[in-house]
């Protein structure tokens, strides 16, 4: 019995060793074995990251998008030698939904680094690889203090109806820090703090404990004439700051510098106020325009009514003026083509109403134009086309009325198609098949799209290339007047008697309010006449026999 207990047990033994060396065996090839959760999706990478600087402070930014779409994208960007961003919802980050975006407002002449990454519903592509480039200065550098140099870099916004853009997060600064200066961005926007030396004349310290009555006074006085602590404390309580979702040292004797979204200079003058997405109530207080040096106004994503202040016009260093997504009404001002210095115009989400006043024109360095989403109406401005710098124009979401220069499919226009305006071509065109335009007597150069409208037979245009006059008659046009014709609202004089149309007259004729010759007699027109049109100096509606419309 004993001896075979021992060759069960030797037996047993035995196994055991074979069973474990053929795990050592195997153990080596398990380990060489990818892990599949690190491998990345080739699919997902990203590839092509260029960025280019042709233009003071800002960087160009475009990247080859990857073979899997993406939901967003993450964009971050530092200083070269400095770390980039460690949070993704903070400052230094932008979260474009298409491979390209614009940066502004950062430091002239000083290198940054750049990188990007695609984000998924579950997963993330790793980081491209950095790219880093000296950002272009102006021919001219301005001058800068020696106590605080120029801000942190931020981002622009390349999409100004974007859902996805976090609001800016800061610090609050100690008192001995001055925060920097910088432009805003649609992504989050980076905020750096600086350690400066006192100047001779220290920032004073002032009580701030105004009363609420004291406060809503100051809202009201002429730009100017209050100091900039109590313009920032009329903002707070003119706008419900004890509901702010964050409001760090505010209405505290700390310098301004300290109090949470003011960014000010070495000598402590406001040159930038962010309360992006920050609870605000109320109203823009006037006293707003007391902060001679502001450069940067950020209060969008709140819940602000009233008006747009035209007392905004006197922050003559203004850059960046920011109020969408909030529930802003009447007009915009015409005081605010004022403001020179103004890159980035950003009223989209409000309530306002009326055209856009032609003072805007005299916003020449204008790169962002944003009024989507609003109520506006009247004409098509035209002068959008003489802004030789504008690169991104959001107009969706009003109700325009004329045509578009089609030099303006030529810049980055997201959302332009969604005016739904045709180009005065498209408007031209579409009156050409409407009437027949192969069998027309004469169509000289109708159909070729590379000459001009001033060289479509029939047509004239001003300096401007836009139609002044279009005259065909008795050219053998059949049909019917299209309603697109009404969107040529530049137009002087008509001329298109003689032929064979029928059909009515387009109550949309009656937008071309600068008709003054109007031609429609010897056709087979029916109907009644839109009762704006009996209004031109020189027309032959009589001979039409047709009631004017009720």
Not at 67 to 74: K, M, R
Not at 185 to 213: D, E, F
Not at 464 to 487: C, I, K, Q, S, Y
Request: aromatic share 6%; with cysteine; hydrophobic share 40%.
């Amino acid at each position: 019995m004993l001896k075979k207990n021992q060759i069960r047990l030797a037996l047993f033994v035995l196994g055991a060793w074979l069973v474990l060396a053929a795990v050592m065996a195997v153990l080596p090839s398990l380990s060489s074995l990818p892990d599949t959760e690190l491998v990345e999706d080739s699919s997902q990478a990203i590839s092509g990251l260029r960025v280019n600087s042709s233009r003071p402070g800002v960087l160009e930014v475009s990247w080859d998008a990857p073979a899997d779409p993406p939901l967003e994208y993450q964009l971050t960007w530092a200083r070269v030698g400095e770390s980039f961003p460690a949070r993704s919802d903070g400052p230094g980050n932008a979260y474009p939904t298409i491979p390209s975006q614009l940066i502004t407002g950062l430091d002239q002449g000083v290198r940054y680094k750049v990188r990007v990454r695609a984000l998924y519903e579950s997963s993330e592509s790793d980081w491209s690889g950095p790219v880093e480039i000296a950002v272009a200065s102006s021919s001219v550098a301005p001058a800068a203090s020696t106590d605080a140099p120029t801000g942190p870099p931020r981002n622009l916004k390349a999409q100004v109806t974007h859902n996805g853009v976090s609001e800016s997060e800061s610090s609050d600064v100690e008192a001995n820090t001055v925060a920097m200066p910088a432009a805003p961005s649609a992504g989050p926007t980076p905020k750096r703090s600086l350690s400066a030396a006192p100047t001779a004349s220290p920032i004073p310290t002032v009580t701030t404990a105004l009363s609420a009555t004291r406060a809503q006074s100051l809202g009201s006085v002429l730009p100017g004439s209050i100091s900039e602590r109590d313009a920032l404390v009329a903002v707070y309580h003119a706008t419900g700051g004890e509901n702010w979702a964050r409001d760090g040292n505010w209405l505290t004797d700390k310098p301004l510098g300290a109090w949470r979204g003011v960014t000010t200079d070495g000598n402590g003058s406001v040159t930038e106020l962010d309360l992006n997405r920050n609870l605000l109530s109320g109203y823009i207080p006037a006293g707003l325009g007391s902060l001679p040096n502001l450069r940067v106004l950020r209060i969008s994503g709140n819940n602000l009514e009233g008006t747009v202040p035209a007392g905004l016009s006197n922050l003559s260093a203004l850059t960046n003026l920011e109020l969408d997504d909030n529930n802003l009404s009447g007009s915009i001002p015409a005081e605010l083509g004022n403001l020179s210095n103004l890159t980035w115009l950003d009223l989209s989400g409000n309530d306002l109403s009326g055209p856009i006043p032609t003072e805007l024109s005299q916003l020449t360095r204008l790169t962002v134009f944003a009024l989507s989403d609003n109520g506006l109406t009247g004409k098509f401005p035209w002068w959008l086309n003489e802004l030789d710098d504008l690169l991104i124009l959001h107009l969706s979401g009003n109700h325009f009325t004329g045509c578009m220069p089609a030099d303006l499919l030529s810049i980055w226009i997201e959302d332009l198609s969604s005016t739904r305006l045709p180009t005065c071509r498209e408007a031209l065109i579409t009156f050409y098949f409407a009437t027949g335009g192969a069998q027309w007597e004469n169509s000289t150069n109708w159909r070729d799209s590379a000459a001009s409208l001033a060289q479509w037979f029939g047509v004239k245009t001003d300096d401007d290339g836009r139609v002044t006059a279009l005259e065909l008659p008795e050219n053998r046009l059949v049909g019917t007047l299209p309603p697109r014709l009404g969107a040529l609202i530049h137009l002087e004089l008509l001329d298109l008697s003689g032929n064979e149309l029928v059909g009515s007259i387009p109550p949309e004729l009656g937008n071309l309010t600068s008709l003054s010759t109007l031609y429609l007699g010897g056709n087979r027109l029916t109907g009644c006449v839109p009762a704006s049109l009996r209004e031109i100096d020189n027309n032959d509606l009589n001979s039409l026999g047709l009631d004017y419309c009720q």
